[in-house]
């Protein structure tokens, strides 16, 4: 019986990292369909510039601690924008109900800080947790997401910039859709899928943040407004 209750712990943990890497790479890739290129520094990416390397010693209290920060960020920033925030009971995800809004925070230079906040509650009782926030200015676009998992908050960090343009062009909706395209786009998610495990690995990527960092998400939230469509 401790062996099978082992056994369906793992696979629970196997579907939260699994939930996650598919929520990240679906959001990216909206992003993804208007990238163009261009390497100039916006105001956007300048307000990001906190979310950049990762402390291999953080205790765990304090890993505990910026979760239920950030447990309370991600609810609280639902509760202020209630009244755009969307809900979804059982139909976006079958198993469960998901809130979400979408905000942005303007600069001067004509670039914004999308913000994406989202709160899911499961019918097997898990809670997931997760704001993602990206540099979109029409030019250079990088992208921040973080998210809890085993009782600490991840973050995942992705340039767009440097995204292959095979897959960009795999992926835009105008192009005709052939039996050749689909299969290179499952290829390319499949590398994409080892290589983040890769770098998560090496502690490059999907790593642990701190009280700190997760004060000044909070922080940048505060000028976020519902997003406008442009």
């Known amino acids: ?4 209750r ?12 699994e939930y996650y890497r598919l929520h990240i790479i679906s959001e990216r890739n909206e992003y993804i369909m208007e990238l163009p290129n261009n390497t100039h520094s916006s105001e956007a990416a300048k307000q990001m510039e906190f979310a950049e390397g990762f402390n291999p010693e953080l205790a765990t209290g304090e890993k505990l601690w910026a979760a239920a920060k950030f447990n309370d960020l991600v609810q609280s920033t639902l ?13 976006v995800l079958t198993d469960g109900i998901k809130s979400n809004i979408s905000l942005e925070i303007p600069q001067e230079d004509g670039s914004r800080v999308s913000v994406k906040v ?3 509650l499961l019918d097997s009782g898990d809670e997931k947790r997760f704001i993602s926030i990206a540099e979109s200015d029409g030019r250079d676009k990088e992208m921040h997401h973080y998210y809890i998992e085993d009782g600490q908050v991840l973050r995942y960090d992705n340039n767009l910039a ?3 343009r095979e897959l960009r062009g795999a992926l835009r909706p105008e192009e005709s859709i052939s039996i050749e395209g ?3 786009m499952i290829d390319e998610y499949k590398n ?5 495990k890769l770098e998560q690995q090496m502690g490059l990527n999907r790593q642990p943040v701190g009280v700190e960092e997760v ?3 909070a922080k940048l939230l505060e000028s976020a407004e519902p997003h406008k469509l442009y």
């Open 6 to 17: 082992k056994m369906v712990k793992s696979i629970d943990k196997s579907r939260e990292r």
């Open 1 to 4: 019986m401790q062996k099978l």
């Open 215 to 217: 004060h000044k998400l």
């Open 182 to 184: 689909i299969k290179r």
């Open 118 to 120: 989202e709160s899911a």
């Open 192 to 196: 994409e899928i080892e290589n983040d």
């Open 79 to 91: 509760l202020r924008f209630a009244g755009d925030a969307k809900t979804y009971d059982h139909t």
């Open 162 to 164: 440097e995204r292959p």
